[in-house]
């Protein structure tokens, strides 16, 4: 079934063998060719062998966008190499596509390197339709004369000599051409195969590798080029998710047992797998009839219990904002995440951005202290759901996970977590309350108060949404309102008081330190990194709290003669000349770190809906530092 | 009292512990009242609160295992008034949070108090779907057909013409029939109609929606004396203009009303067609219940709520999990070469 004999079978003459320490590789098609199973296997293989991966999907706004459309391309990207791969990159270096339009989008979106390889499927050549033989023509003089590196593959016509509909058995093709440039095990490659499909019957996972081997084949034999990756094999278990799969794990492991949902591009995968597993430990997935109600389950689930979770994205978000109020006027812990999309209103659902810190910080009228933390990697996604459950309960307050679309749909290998119980919830207290215990006993100084949880004998009281007093009896007295916004908003300055700085990325003095929030982690970082090697002096620093902040961010802010946010949400640029320091709208963490910390922070932006590739990054940086 | 308090057992109390725990575990009126109610005198809320209390004592429903929740509105003052738990929330919202209550906790018995604005207009959308999950909650329908708190607007359950400060010159629209569009959702289990002014059958109309298992919904047709002092004037003044359901299966009448109401129907709860047929009659009003299905299933049943978990269960469904994204080093885990290779 494994046939390697493969590898003695004719080779292109002339055959280059290069060796690179990574790479970034395409897969795309039409919607529903099986460019993104192609690349998820083939993110597999590479995580199996050994290399640090980064997945991006590659998602049309459309379930079947027309066929052959610029618009309509559908895949995977993945960024494998020697190293941990902590984002997904620049430009790609080589691209499967399935026909020149999906490729045209590719190009034309600004994704491949100069000279970048492309692999194309060729039979549009001799398409009985004129106009798609003319477009495909047209196409292929353009990417050619434009410098890439174009070989046609005639992916179908080799594919129909195993299967009769090649539209069901290219994607393998491509993977089997993928595994022989880059040098794959196909062996390992086989047994990702017989993985994917383990699930149908013997044939269809025989065909399959049939598919594979002959893909690996005709590269070997039509290519001249052939790359080595060196790879280091993993010596601890690793796991290999997306951050909605890592945040749907959160949950399990945070032992919350109610999530409420409403379906939104792009959470939604979060809650699908959560569907498929929460039952299995006793947790339960209300699809409510809307985000409001969502909203209102998990706060009722939470109230009579334990801290429940709701999961939603941007017009989710606004909806749950009221929900949200009464969580923290009646001091009810509840953890909504946020997996943010562009915006405003419908805006860009399958994109990432970061739109949401402001509204997620002050969303919902009046004063409502919230905690407000962001993922900046997958693994982070994991463990922050198990902190802002535990956040909740401490403190009674809501707290806000921010992720984003780019997390969402990234794969990478994370160290296995080591399962510990005490990320669980203990049982509901249902012990008497003694007499007189008044159900907001707010303490002086953090304005922390015991919550009592309906079954517990003696605590009988009624939660309002109305200002109301200790005894949580609605307010009219004129002083009460006040006490008991402060003692809510005391808990945010306990909570602060509890967090370490954060850690500075590079030395603690120098031209300029990087700072930034979310899923721009990896891409910061790289870029930082490579700046420092070249003689730089630029550090970065990562924020998971929000709201609070961690104490000590001045004083790191200190240490660098500029500061600037890079960020996924708008700043009016200085350059365009409607714009000055009167007018200027700064990036949403800026605005936030010069009104804390009076520090000029500038800010660099960018809102194409496209992960912030390291090599923009970079560019900005030196570009404020030669401003100077 | 239930018989599990002086079941006997291996560790059963003395006779003199049980008639101190019967003395304990017996409740007065006095258990569930807390504070004054501020609603205005002659409000029909005075009546359905009262009720409530009744029934609650004489269920002995331990106060802590008790929660009213509610919206916004006068009715939604009403938790304030129990002397049980009660969450006063946000308007309209008051049936999604007392479903995830239920959910989470299916041992608390759950009561929901919502107006005509809060159920019918800004949360409609939870009213339906509240009947479609039909979870065991049991929820009151306090119907003035007026905006009280926010100072007499028209609610969609004003008849037409309704003068009020949004429409000063009469309402637009037909009202909105709250009984006909609950027995229009599938999945309907309990329907039933009281008015503030027959106390009694208020109550047996509260208690059967109470033991019905499934979401038991009772309009309440209440008088707000505030903003529409005579709208409900001639059916007070003209008992004929009431109509009594009663049944085998559903209420009995005790001599005293049937001779008080003479117009009277003998209706089956379980016929939903002649149920909907009621529900459209406007004059009389029909009072008692309309409709009654106690075989269908409950959503938090359905979904198996209150499931035992154990931190146990949770590591090995986790790791489970874990195991189907792990790529293991070499010679480690489940299979050397890390696939599954079966």
């Given at each position: 079934m494994n046939d390697v004999t493969l590898l003695t079978r004719p080779q292109a003459q002339d055959k280059t063998v290069t060796t690179l320490t990574e790479h970034i590789v395409e897969i795309v098609s039409d919607s529903g060719e099986g460019a993104q199973r192609c690349g998820q296997s083939m993110g597999a293989i590479a995580a199996r062998t050994g290399y640090g991966v980064w997945t991006v999907e590659i998602i049309p706004a459309e379930i079947r966008p027309p066929a052959r459309s610029v618009a309509g391309a559908s895949g995977n990207r993945i960024r494998f190499g020697s190293r941990r791969i902590t984002n997904g990159g620049n430009e790609t270096d080589l691209v499967i596509a399935f026909n020149e339009q999906v490729l045209l989008g590719r190009v034309r979106a600004g994704e491949l390197k100069p000279g970048a390889t492309i692999l194309l499927e060729s039979m549009w050549r001799e398409d009985r339709n004129k106009?798609?033989?003319?477009?495909?023509?047209?196409?292929?003089?353009?990417?050619?004369?434009?410098?890439?590196?174009?070989?046609?593959?005639?992916?179908?016509?080799?594919?129909?000599?195993?299967?009769?509909?090649?539209?069901?058995?290219?994607?393998?093709?491509?993977?089997?051409?993928?595994?022989?440039?880059?040098?794959?095990?196909?062996?390992?490659?086989?047994?990702?195969?017989?993985?994917?499909?383990?699930?149908?019957?013997r044939k269809v996972v025989e065909t399959n590798i049939r598919l594979l081997e002959a893909g690996a084949a005709w590269a070997e034999q039509n290519l001249t080029f052939k790359y080595r990756i060196p790879a280091t094999p993993a010596t601890e278990p690793l796991i290999v998710v997306n951050g909605n799969a890592a945040l749907a794990l959160g949950v399990l492991a945070s032992?919350?047992?109610?999530?409420?949902?409403?379906?939104?591009?792009?959470?939604?995968?979060?809650?699908?797998?959560?569907?498929?597993?929460?039952?299995?430990?006793?947790?339960?997935?209300?699809?409510?009839?809307?985000e409001i109600a969502a909203c209102a389950f998990?706060?009722?689930?939470?109230?009579?219990?334990?801290?429940?979770?709701?999961?939603?994205?941007?017009?989710?978000?606004?909806?749950?904002?009221?929900?949200?109020?009464?969580?923290?006027?009646?001091?009810?812990?509840?953890?909504?995440?946020?997996?943010?999309?562009?915006?405003?209103?419908?805006?860009?659902?399958?994109?990432?951005?970061?739109?949401?810190?402001?509204?997620?910080?002050?969303?919902?009228?009046?004063?409502?202290?919230?905690?407000?933390m962001a993922a900046g990697t997958i693994e982070d996604c994991f463990y922050s759901v198990i902190t802002a459950r535990k956040i909740a309960e401490t403190f009674n307050m809501v707290v806000v996970l921010l992720t984003d679309a780019a997390l969402a749909s990234s794969q990478q290998p994370i160290p296995r977590p080591q399962f510990r119980e005490?990320?669980?919830?203990?049982?509901?207290?249902?012990?008497?309350?003694?007499?007189?215990?008044?159900?907001?006993?707010?303490?002086?100084?953090?304005?922390?108060?015991?919550?009592?949880?309906p079954g517990q004998p003696g605590g009988m009281h009624t939660l309002t949404g109305l200002a109301h007093d200790g005894q949580s009896h609605v307010a009219y007295d004129a002083e009460i309102n006040q006490q008991s916004i402060s003692a809510r908003s005391h808990k945010l300055a306990a909570l602060q008081k509890t967090l370490l700085p954060p850690p500075v990325f590079g030395p603690a003095s120098g031209e300029m330190l990087v700072v930034g929030w979310g899923s721009t982690r990896g891409a910061i970082e790289e870029a930082v990194e490579g700046l420092r090697n070249e003689g730089r002096t630029v550090s970065s620093m990562h924020l998971t709290f929000l709201q609070p902040m961690a104490p000590g961010i001045k004083q790191i802010m200190a240490g660098f003669k500029?500061?600037?946010?890079?960020?996924?949400?708008?700043?009016?640029?200085?350059?365009?000349?409607?714009?000055?320091?009167?007018?200027?709208?700064?990036?949403?963490?800026?605005?936030?770190?010069?009104?804390?910390?009076?520090?000029?922070?500038?800010?660099?932006?960018?809102?194409?809906?496209?992960?912030?590739?390291?090599?923009?990054?970079?560019?900005?940086?030196?570009?404020?530092?030669?401003?100077? | 009292m239930p018989d599990t308090h002086i079941a006997p057992s291996a560790t059963a109390p003395s006779a003199t512990e049980c008639l101190l725990r019967l003395h304990d575990e017996h409740y007065d009126l006095e258990d569930y009242q807390s504070g004054v109610p501020r609603w205005c005198t002659g409000c029909g809320d005075n009546a359905i609160l009262t009720a409530v209390q009744r029934l609650c004592r004489?269920?002995?429903?331990?106060?802590?295992?008790?929660?009213?929740?509610?919206?916004?509105?006068?009715?939604?003052?009403?938790?304030?008034?129990?002397?049980?738990?009660?969450?006063?929330?946000?308007?309209g919202r008051a049936l999604p949070i007392a479903e995830g209550v239920k959910m989470a906790r299916p041992d608390l018995n759950v009561f929901v108090n919502t107006g005509d604005g809060d159920c019918c207009s800004i949360g409609a959308a939870h009213w339906i779907h509240a009947i479609r999950y039909n979870m065991n909650l049991t929820v009151m329908l306090h119907d003035n057909q007026i905006y009280g708190l926010t100072k007499m607007q028209a609610s969609p359950t004003s008849p037409i013409g309704l003068k009020s400060n949004t429409t000063p010159r009469g309402s637009y629209l037909e009202a909105l029939n709250p009984l006909t569009v609950t027995l229009g959702v599938q999945n309907v289990s309990f329907v039933a109609q009281a008015v503030d002014w027959i106390p009694d059958v208020l109550y047996d109309v509260i208690s059967a929606a109470f033991h019905h298992k499934g979401t038991g919904f009772v309009r309440i047709l209440q008088r707000c004396p505030e903003w529409l002092p005579k709208m409900f004037e001639p059916y007070v003044q003209d008992p004929s203009r009431i109509k009594l359901l009663h049944h085998a299966r559903g209420l009995t009448l005790s001599p005293?009303?049937?001779?008080?109401?003479?117009?009277?129907?003998?209706?089956?709860?379980?016929?939903?067609?002649?149920?909907?047929?009621?529900?459209?009659?406007?004059?009389?009003?029909?009072?008692?219940?309309?409709?009654?299905?106690?075989?269908?299933?409950?959503?938090?049943?359905?979904?198996?709520?209150?499931?035992?978990?154990?931190?146990?269960?949770?590591?090995?469904?986790?790791?489970?999990?874990f195991d189907k994204f792990t790529i293991w080093p070499a010679g480690a885990g489940p299979d050397a070469h890390g696939a599954a290779a079966g």
């Open positions: 106009a798609i033989a003319a477009s495909y023509a047209e196409v292929y003089e353009q990417v050619v004369a434009a410098g890439y590196d174009v070989h046609e593959v005639p992916m179908e016509r080799e594919c129909k000599t195993i299967v009769s509909d090649p539209r069901r058995g290219k994607n393998m093709f491509a993977l089997g051409m993928l595994c022989n440039i880059y040098s794959l095990d196909m062996q390992l490659a086989a047994d990702q195969v017989a993985l994917t499909f383990g699930k149908k019957d032992g919350m047992e109610v999530c409420a949902m409403y379906p939104i591009t792009p959470a939604t995968s979060a809650s699908h797998y959560l569907s498929d597993v929460f039952e299995r430990v006793g947790g339960i997935v209300h699809q409510a009839e809307d998990a706060l009722g689930a939470s109230y009579a219990n334990k801290c429940a979770v709701t999961i939603t994205s941007g017009p989710g978000y606004s909806l749950k904002q009221e929900g949200i109020g009464l969580a923290v006027m009646g001091e009810i812990p509840l953890v909504v995440i946020n997996v943010q999309r562009g915006g405003p209103s419908t805006g860009q659902p399958t994109k990432v951005e970061q739109g949401d810190l402001l509204a997620a910080m002050f969303g919902s009228h009046g004063d409502a202290p919230k905690v407000v005490t990320w669980l919830a203990p049982p509901a207290d249902q012990s008497a309350v003694p007499t007189d215990t008044r159900p907001y006993n707010w303490d002086p100084v953090t304005g922390l108060a015991r919550r009592i949880i500029q500061v600037m946010t890079i960020e996924g949400n708008w700043c009016d640029s200085m350059d365009d000349p409607l714009i000055d320091d009167s007018n200027r709208r700064y990036t949403a963490l800026a605005m936030l770190l010069r009104a804390r910390y009076l520090v000029d922070v500038d800010c660099w932006c960018e809102v194409k809906g496209q992960p912030i590739k390291p090599a923009l990054i970079r560019a900005a940086i030196l570009r404020k530092l030669q401003t100077q | 004489d269920e002995e429903l331990p106060p802590e295992k008790t929660v009213f929740i509610s919206g916004i509105g006068c009715s939604s003052r009403f938790p304030h008034y129990m002397k049980t738990y009660g969450l006063h929330g946000i308007h005293g009303t049937a001779k008080i109401y003479r117009t009277q129907e003998e209706h089956d709860p379980r016929n939903l067609d002649r149920a909907r047929e009621i529900a459209s009659g406007r004059d009389p009003i029909p009072v008692g219940i309309l409709y009654h299905n106690p075989d269908v299933p409950c959503y938090e049943e359905v979904r198996h709520a209150g499931a035992l978990r154990s931190p146990e269960l949770i590591r090995n469904g986790l790791e489970a999990e």
